[in-house]
Nanobody, 126 residues
């Protein structure tokens, strides 16, 4: 009853920018968080950025803080990830994720997220 669909990935040169989108559909979520995780070949999926849906309070990994910005459009039920100053190490498949009944202590923990999109690939040329 909940679907997430990402878009906006692509190929970009080092220092460039991309904006990812994730539209949520289906039933409403209670006290939810939505955001982004990424996975590179040979690595575990890792936290990038998430936010509390109602308040918009953002959380960022240290590796992207100051370069990426997460935002939302409540009317469109869509979150965005503006990625600037991209580096080759940002190359990954980026997954949108959502969860309900969020608490701050686990808001960046991927294992607590129960809804996932199909992923969109970001490649930063070196």
């Amino acid at each position: 009853q909940v679907q997430l669909e990402e878009s906006g990935g692509g190929l970009v040169e080092t220092g460039g920018s991309l904006r990812l989108s994730c539209e949520r559909s289906g039933r409403t979520l209670d006290n939810s968080a939505m955001g982004w995780f990424r996975q590179s070949p040979g690595k575990e999926r890792e936290f990038v950025a998430v936010m509390r849906w109602s308040s918009g309070t953002p959380y960022y990994s240290d590796s992207v803080k100051g370069r990426f910005t997460i935002s939302r459009d409540k009317g469109k039920r869509t979150i965005y990830l503006q990625m600037n100053s991209l580096k080759p190490e940002d190359s990954a498949v980026y997954y949108c994720a959502a969860r309900e009944r969020v608490i701050t202590s686990t808001i960046t923990t991927k294992e607590t997220y129960t809804f996932w999109g199909q992923g969109t690939r970001v490649t930063v040329a070196s």
